[in-house]
């Protein structure tokens, strides 16, 4: 069980006799127990089970939770396994964690010269990652020169509608384009029909007959980019949103005319003290009535994977084979030591010369894994005003990775300039409700932090 790929380590206990008493419940008389006795019979059951999903109403399926680990994979692989965001995910940080031995994953090559070329591509690319750390570059940057065939590990837990949902993504989707997620999807699928062969049941005959990418090729590409971007520029918004906000959180209270409302949202003191109520509730439902879509350019790929976790948002990732490996992050620590800049520098530009070769020799499939975790994409965000709320006592803390922190900033100095009666109270942890909650890896500064959120 020490090879790489991915396993099935747990079940949940009432496995598909819960996803058929799910069925049931909704269309037979009875108790909640009394419809979980008749629940029992695997055969039954998993005709029951095929029958709803049949017909659309997966949810029943989601009383089922699987519980995964995925040993020595790509970080493709993580990358695409992480945009799932019904899943929950714990991944090994290379912010900490040094990845000199990590090893990497070599895909099919036509030819033992082409593989060879590429091992030792690789293991130059891991040396200058070595030389990196030697040279005093903290792990968090250093991890920038990484190759995306470095091996990952992470567990991932899901219930199994999403299961289902990934393994169609594998096998059918986006992830069949590459043979490694490819191989995964089929052992993953071939362990669930072992441990729940209901939930597999009429499998193949309801793959999607549609493909999961948007076809824009009837739009022409005039291949022009543009040279310089803002770091993060706001698409979308919520109109009036203080307004939005109180007008919400006094709907929810069902207590308050329609004058009243009226009178209370016209009233700045008013809206004032209803905002700030609605910050200081653990459930401030009333925020998830805004929200802002931002465009953020330039993300590095590692950066990426902190925005893909949060999971409450609209994240847009494209295609990373569209990523240009020109583009990438050049990090702070490294500009003010020459003799590490141009070790990084290197690290890119023979990369770029690498993965044209390696094109240019016709081996596609191995192009995906010359991306650097320092190459940069543009990405596309949602998010309602909770989840901003969560994000920015994550993301604008000292805590945070320096390059999620930039993001973090600019999003909030945006974010004041449209609605500054809510978001001038967004902000770290430490600035938002008075206490940091980072015990003693605390950077010690909330007095500091606290000032600076003010202004």
Not at 264 to 271: E, I, R, T, Y
Not at 342 to 370: C, D, S, W
Request: net charge positive; hydrophobic share 40%; aromatic share 10%.
């Amino acid at each position: 069980m020490d090879k790489p790929g991915v396993y099935i380590l747990g079940l949940s206990d009432c496995g598909e006799k819960m996803c058929a008493a799910g069925g049931r419940i909704s269309t037979q008389s009875g108790n909640a127990l009394g419809i979980w006795e008749k629940s029992q019979d695997a055969a039954k059951n998993a005709s029951l089970i095929d029958k709803v999903t049949r017909s659309g109403h997966n949810s029943t399926v989601e009383h089922i939770f699987f519980n995964l680990a995925f040993n020595d994979v790509s970080v493709q692989v993580e990358q695409f396994m992480i945009e799932f965001r019904l899943a929950s995910f714990t991944v090994k940080s290379r912010r900490y964690v040094d990845f000199s031995d990590a090893g990497y994953y070599t895909p099919a090559f036509k030819n033992p010269e082409n593989k060879a070329l590429y091992d030792a591509h690789i293991r130059w690319l891991f040396d200058a990652y070595g030389r990196l750390i030697g040279g005093g570059v903290p792990k968090e940057d250093a991890r920038f020169v990484l190759p995306y065939c470095f091996l990952s590990n992470f567990f991932c837990s899901l219930n199994g509608r999403e299961l289902l949902h990934v393994l169609k993504a594998m096998l059918y989707g986006r992830g069949r384009e590459l043979p490694e997620i490819y191989a995964l999807g089929l052992s993953l699928k071939a362990q669930a029909e072992e441990v729940a062969p209901g939930l597999l049941t009429g499998f193949e005959e309801r793959k999607p007959k549609r493909s999961d990418r948007i076809d824009l090729s009837f739009l022409p590409d005039d291949g022009e980019k543009p040279k310089q971007k803002q770091l993060v520029q706001l698409l979308g918004k919520t109109e009036n949103a203080e307004q939005l906000v109180v007008t919400a959180a006094l709907l929810e209270q069902n207590r308050f005319t329609a004058e009243q409302i009226k009178k209370a949202v016209s009233d700045p003191a008013v809206s004032e003290k209803v905002i700030k109520a609605v910050l200081a509730s653990t459930r401030p439902r009333a925020l998830e009535s805004i929200s802002y879509t931002f465009a953020l350019n330039n993300v590095s790929l590692s950066t990426l994977t902190h925005f893909a976790r949060h999971r409450m948002h609209s994240l847009l990732v494209p295609d990373l084979n569209t990523v240009d490996r020109k583009n990438y992050i050049i990090p702070e620590s490294v500009k003010t030591d020459s003799e590490m800049l141009q070790t990084y520098v290197n690290a890119f530009e023979h990369n770029i010369r690498m993965f044209r070769q390696f094109k240019a020799l016709g081996e596609i499939k191995a192009l995906p894994y010359l991306l650097l975790s320092g190459n940069t994409i543009d990405l596309v965000s949602t998010m309602n005003g909770r989840e901003l709320l969560l994000f920015m006592k994550l993301r604008s803390c000292t805590r945070a990775q320096w390059e999620i922190q930039l993001y973090a900033n600019e999003m909030l100095t945006l974010l004041r300039r449209e609605a500054f009666d809510i978001f001038r109270h967004y902000g770290p942890t430490c600035y938002a409700t008075g206490v940091c909650p980072e015990g003693r890896l605390s950077c010690g500064r909330a007095a500091e932090m606290q000032e600076k959120f003010k202004a």
